[in-house]
């Protein structure tokens, strides 16, 4: 295959092929095994998945080069023991994953940071108050949404997807006991759906979206700086954010030290932008965005888990594997 064209596949290309195998799996493992066993499966995996996708390489190359220009920290440059330790990163986020899913990683055990006070207003949103919605990121372990439910004492959380296997991933979500999470798929934002999520927002109940990963087939996107260069971020978190006139807040979930840490931000009071600014609001809503990320990524550099081509193709002699 055409280098280039590798370089360029989308996310969801992988994500669909494997994404609920890999779930199945999980909860299937879930039932058997333990981390101790499970681990040096992973790990072997691991390694097989480093050795044998280049591109998988090159990308990582690239996102610490980035980095570490972005920040001056020459630490940060990609050596290949730096590369090959973001892949091991990504199997100890696996088999922690494994302790969510069987309910060992509980609200105890992680440290939440959340200097605005985000998490009082997901108490009283399950005492008559209205939803809010939280921004997430594959930065970290994405699925801390569980541990979020049980921040707000079991208070529903709604997870917008893109996925069309959303009906499988909400079947094995039940069998895995997690009753307080939903996946709901949005493939666009019709009057219909509109509705349903107002409803639910009214109801007291959060919606949670990935601001940092863009649809395969919408074209609602926004090119922005991040870490120094140009990438295409999605549009549909802030134009749903504005749409329903509802509170942002951000979602980070990073392992420092051996141990989780929350980070929730609060973001935008009321979205909402004035007449024949929609594109411009967007635009700067998701420039604060990266910015943010970007500094969220210092805090735990290896656990950018975006294996794809995230920035605008650059020229290969930028990003050469050193392999």
């Not at 108490?123 to 997430?136: C, H, Y």
């Not at 990438?231 to 807040?249: E, H, I, S």
């Not at 141990?259 to 609001?281: K, M, N, P, S, V």
Request: aromatic share 10%; charged share 25%.
């Amino acid at each position: 295959m055409n280098e280039h064209v590798m370089h360029e596949r989308h996310w969801s290309t992988h994500k669909e092929r494997g994404s609920l195998f890999l779930m199945r799996l999980t909860a299937f493992c879930v039932r058997i095994f333990g981390r101790r066993l499970l681990a040096p499966v992973l790990y072997l995996i691991v390694l097989y998945f480093f050795v044998s996708a280049r591109s998988a390489r090159r990308n990582i190359r690239q996102y610490q080069t980035y980095l570490a220009d972005w920040s001056g920290r020459d630490a940060l440059r990609p050596t290949l023991g730096r590369v090959f330790g973001q892949f091991i990163a990504f199997a100890d986020n696996l088999l922690d994953r494994l302790d969510v899913w069987r309910g060992r990683l509980r609200f105890e055990q992680v440290q939440l940071i959340d200097p605005s006070g985000v998490r009082p207003r997901l108490l009283r949103s399950q005492q008559g108050g209205r939803g809010e919605i939280l921004v997430v990121t594959h930065l970290g372990n994405p699925d801390v949404c569980r541990a979020m439910a049980e921040l707000g004492e079991q208070v529903p959380l709604n997870v917008l997807v893109h996925n069309r296997h959303v009906a499988q991933f909400n079947r094995l979500l039940g069998e895995a006991g997690d009753r307080s999470m939903r996946l709901i798929q949005v493939s666009e934002l019709d009057t219909a759906m509109m509705m349903d999520l107002s409803q639910r927002l009214e109801r007291g109940e959060w919606l949670a979206i990935a601001g940092d990963r863009v649809p395969l087939h919408d074209g609602r996107r926004v090119t922005v700086d991040f870490l120094g260069h140009p990438a295409a971020f999605p549009q549909g978190p802030w134009l749903l954010a504005g749409l329903l006139r509802c509170p942002v807040n951000l979602l980070c979930c990073l392992k420092v030290e051996g141990r989780y840490r929350i980070y929730l931000d609060h973001f935008l009071d009321a979205a909402h932008w004035e007449r024949g600014q929609r594109d411009a609001t967007i635009h700067a809503w998701v420039q604060r965005y990266a910015d943010h990320l970007a500094r969220q990524c210092l805090i735990a550099p290896q656990q950018w888990f975006n294996f794809y081509a995230y920035w605008q193709p650059a020229p290969l002699e930028e990003v050469r594997d050193a392999n």
